[in-house]
């Protein structure tokens, strides 16, 4: 039997693909390898959202050509796309595919092994106006699953080369999303991730159909307990939008909505679609509909020319947003992005001075929003032991705000949905104890 290995960089929409590729192979009769072991087969599925990601990637094809020289080695994803000609340059390489025609790899490998020739797989991917159906009716390691919903991107903001990677926005057939949400539901996931390059924009290229009216249908898939949206922007987040969730019994009570910066100059010079006054807007209108909503958000701070005025801005708009939790990101040159052309290059220790100071402030509005849940009893699907401190027997889960929670359990109940109250709030962890098994009756609101 043919064997495989597999190893993705990058988001979680690179490890839904990993995933569609290994039914690929699965299907054609080839077992799957660790990374680190022998394989006739290594896929390495790439990022190239930092120049530090393709660096990675670069890594991680040297590592399988030394472990097995004689491998097919194949690299797909966003750096094989934006860069194909590099990726081929490396000693070893032997088929690059970019971000679409996935399903060609195993054709490709078939025609390596007769004619010995490095093939560069690799298409124009702004020519591409259709999604690329890939299908994952179940995943190996994981409690939630993610369902890719779109591809691509139409925003072209100034310090991101994605658009370049994925091409523009394309939705997937929503007949194929809910045939896939059922067959998820079949296989025991009780939550559902909607993900994709803009994940928010699902629909702006259909007629007639759009994120509301997909949430609305998802909401009748028999089985489903949530519906999470991985990441949706302030100006997709439409009176509809608000109404479906509001209404909804599935969908979370948890949005990410990323800022990128709270100062209404540094937008413009990311070209962000939005001014802070209508994202303060749309959170307040979603928050009155929502109560208790938790709202993630992305913030890059040293963007090219931000001044400590424009910095204390967005320190301050975080402040009054109130979010529950932020990732925050030093910004970081990418080769072939407006951005990286820019005058003005913040120093690297006012950026992580920055970070530091924005990553304290997370932590402190992380505990506020925690706080509020002490004592509540809420809703957990356990998903793994608690790894750093495996005799204690506690599981780690999330609520459905995705709030972490430490949990007495066994394996019995991972990907189950488990009432547990909230002993003692705090960040990253909250420790709670076992309440009972949730079966099947309607969501009760969060508080």
Not at 85 to 102: C, K, N
Request: hydrophobic letters at 35%.
């Amino acid at each position: 039997m043919p064997t495989v290995a597999f190893h993705t960089l990058g988001c979680k929409v690179n490890h839904y693909e990993t995933e569609a590729i290994w039914q690929l192979f699965q299907q054609a009769g080839y077992e799957k390898k660790d990374y680190e072991s022998m394989s006739d087969v290594y896929v390495i599925n790439t990022c190239t959202v930092t120049n530090t990601g393709d660096k990675k990637s670069r890594q991680v094809i040297r590592r399988a050509i030394r472990k097995n020289p004689d491998a097919v080695v194949c690299v797909t994803g966003c750096y094989a796309q934006t860069s194909p000609a590099e990726v081929m340059a490396i000693p070893g390489v032997d088929i690059v595919v970019g971000t679409q025609d996935r399903h060609k790899l195993l054709p490709f490998i078939e025609e390596y092994q007769r004619d010995r020739k490095p093939i560069n797989g690799v298409g124009n991917i702004m020519k591409a106006r259709v999604y690329e159906e890939l299908d994952v009716p179940a995943f190996t390691d994981r409690t939630r699953a993610s369902l890719k919903i779109q591809e691509g991107c139409n925003n072209f903001c100034t310090f991101c080369i994605i658009p370049w990677a994925r091409g523009l926005m394309r939705s997937r057939k929503p007949e194929d999303v809910l045939k896939q949400a059922t067959t998820l539901v079949a296989a025991g996931y009780k939550e559902i991730v909607l993900t994709g390059i803009h994940t928010g924009g699902y629909g702006e290229d259909m007629k007639d159909y759009s994120l509301a009216n997909l949430l609305i249908d998802l909401e009748k898939v028999e089985g489903l307990k949530r519906i999470r949206i991985s990441s949706i922007e302030a100006s997709q987040i439409t009176d509809e939008v608000i109404q479906v969730i509001d209404q909804s019994e599935k969908v979370v009570n948890h949005l990410h909505v990323p800022l990128q910066s709270g100062s209404n100059s540094v937008l413009k010079r990311m070209r962000r679609k939005y001014s802070t006054e209508f994202f303060f807007e749309r959170i307040e209108k979603l928050k009155k509909a929502l109560p208790g909503l938790a709202v993630t958000s992305d913030v890059i701070v040293g963007f090219p020319g931000e001044t400590d005025e424009e910095f204390q801005e967005t320190y301050d708009f975080i402040k009054k947003v109130g979010f529950s939790e932020l990732h925050v990101f030093p910004y970081s040159k990418r080769t072939g992005t407006p951005a990286a052309r820019m005058d003005e290059q913040v120093e690297d220790d006012i950026k992580n001075e920055r970070v530091h100071k924005l990553i304290t402030l997370s932590n402190q509005l992380a505990k506020e929003y925690a706080s509020h849940y002490e004592g509540e009893v809420i809703e957990v699907i356990p998903e793994e032991t608690d790894k750093e401190n495996p005799d204690t027997g506690y599981f780690i889960g999330y609520s459905d705000n995705y709030l972490k929670v430490k949990v007495p359990a066994d394996e019995s109940l991972i990907g189950e949905i488990v009432k547990v109250k909230i002993e003692k709030a705090g960040y990253p962890y909250n420790i709670g104890s076992f309440v009972r098994v949730v079966r099947d009756e309607p969501k009760s609101a969060v508080i």
